[in-house]
């Protein structure tokens, strides 16, 4: 991959060297679906000035059909071209940001939520690093082309070939992510058979949140050239495990961690946890938008080492948070509750706010290194540990109660983040499933 433009100048000298013939300028909408229009070369001096104009109003919850035009304005830092599409005539793509024809910020776009955040990170003299740990799964497709439940492989972790059938295909994602400027960590088979984890390098978290989208979508296409559908659906299979985003974060200032304190017990920075109070304090508020589906919630639940329990522990995997062992530039907290179908600037944007809120002076529980799945309601009661909501609904109510998410997403998306959420609930809710049907029909 060349270097990564800083200007547009330098994106117009490449498309030019590289004999690039389609751009593909990208942005998501609230959910966190990628979205692009496609231009030739000869129209990317216009586009790189801010001249591309489109109708927000196609796009859900974007903008009503009398507020309709939006400047989309790319990014040159995210210039990277499609490795899996020819060469000749070749695709490439820009990540951008959504205005408004007076030039302001469009309060929709979920990537100016996270550009503002982390602005008033910087005000505060941190930069937020962030790095991603998100797995998926793997499935066959069947005469049609259409996506079966029928796994690729029958493997569990950290199984190797001829188990792990999807090695070949992980090989390449990986090649293709490092083509378009990842620094992988690892990856392996995952505990579910079929599943997956890509360990992403920690960046920067605007341009670590630009590569979660650009994962989902690489994991896609190459998925696709082997003959399978990969899914980053939270729970696709009953009785295996789910698939999350482990989010692992720290906070930097004049290229150190502030999270690292050598003289401090365990070497955590008092930075490190008031950071952490903040996140367990909001995790219940901010919980609708780490996890925003109704299936999100069939993954957190015991005995699947998600977490259900709003709790931090060293070693225990079944908290909400956990601090690793590493230290040094490496101190990080593990957020362990998102999975890979959030919009992943909304969810770093709370994360980041409510962790900056913690910094206010929030008060730490002792860590807890118990089994959370062996105890009941009451015996949590007994300990003060607050259990994650159990379902969208939930969710949403415990988000209307923390007003730290309204101001973060803005009024703009936050309304239209319920809306839309509340319809999936009611959508949901009404449906008869089949575990009811096998369940009650020959019984009642």
């Known amino acids: ?35 692009n229009v496609a231009i030739t070369a000869e ?3 216009k586009a790189l000035g801010g001249e591309f ?18 400047y989309l304005v790319p990014d040159p830092a995210t210039f990277a071209v499609f490795p899996w599409r020819p060469r000749n005539g070749g695709v490439a793509r820009l990540i951008c940001d959504v205005y408004l024809p007076d030039g302001k910020p469009f309060p929709g776009d979920p990537r100016q939520v996270l550009r503002r955040m982390t602005a008033q990170a910087a005000e505060l003299g941190y930069r937020f690093m962030v790095g991603a740990e998100a797995e998926f799964f793997l499935f066959h497709l069947d005469a049609a082309g259409r996506p079966t439940l029928t ?8 199984d190797l070939t001829p188990a792990d059938l999807g090695e070949n295909a992980r090989r390449e994602i990986i090649i293709t992510l490092e083509q378009m400027g990842f620094e992988v960590e690892a990856s392996h088979h995952e505990v579910a058979p079929g599943q997956h984890e890509i360990r992403i390098r920690y960046d920067e978290a605007l341009a670590m949140a630009d590569k979660i989208v650009t994962f989902r979508l690489v994991v896609r296409a190459v998925a696709q050239r082997h003959g399978l559908h990969a899914t980053f659906m939270p729970k696709p299979l009953s009785g295996a495990a789910g698939s999350g985003m482990h989010i692992s974060q720290s906070l930097f200032r004049g290229g150190q961690n502030v999270f690292h304190d050598p003289y401090a017990p365990d070497e955590l920075s008092r930075q490190a946890l008031h950071y952490l109070g903040g996140l367990l304090r909001h995790a219940r508020g901010f919980t609708a938008v780490t996890n925003p589906l ?20 060293f070693e225990n995997r079944s908290p909400l948070v956990r601090v690793p062992a590493p230290r040094g530039e490496l101190t990080r907290l593990e957020l362990r509750s998102p999975d890979p179908c959030c919009n992943p600037y909304l969810a770093l944007a709370v994360v980041l706010a409510a962790g900056l809120d913690g910094l206010n002076g929030e008060t730490m529980p002792p860590p807890c290194e118990e089994n959370l799945c062996a105890f009941n309601d009451a015996a949590l009661r ?13 969710a949403l109510d415990l988000m209307r109660q923390d007003p730290l998410v309204r101001d973060v997403l803005g009024e703009h998306i936050y309304s239209r983040f319920l809306a839309a959420r509340e319809a999936e609930w009611n959508r949901y809710r009404i449906q008869v499933h089949p575990w009811e049907q096998r369940e009650y029909l020959t019984k009642f």
């Not at 104009?53 to 939006?70: K, L, N, T």
């Not at 109704?294 to 522990?313: D, G, Q």
């Not at 007994?382 to 939930?394: K, S, V």
Request: one cysteine or more; hydrophobic letters at 35%.
């Open 382 to 394: 007994e300990r003060g540990i607050e259990r994650l909501p159990e379902d969208l609904r939930e």
């Open 53 to 70: 104009m489109f109708d927000g109003s196609s796009i859900e919850g974007f903008a009503r059909i009398e507020e309709s035009d939006m």
């Open 294 to 313: 109704t299936n999100s919630y069939k993954r957190l639940v015991p005995e699947f080492e998600a977490p259900t329990c709003v709790t931090w522990a």
């Open 1 to 35: 991959m060349p270097m990564k433009p800083q200007k547009a100048e330098d994106v117009q000298e490449l498309v030019k060297d590289l004999g690039i013939k389609f751009i593909r300028l990208q942005f998501t909408d609230p959910d966190g679906v990628l979205k």
């Open 43 to 45: 129209q990317l001096e």
């Open 151 to 158: 796994t690729h492989d029958g493997a569990g972790y950290f």
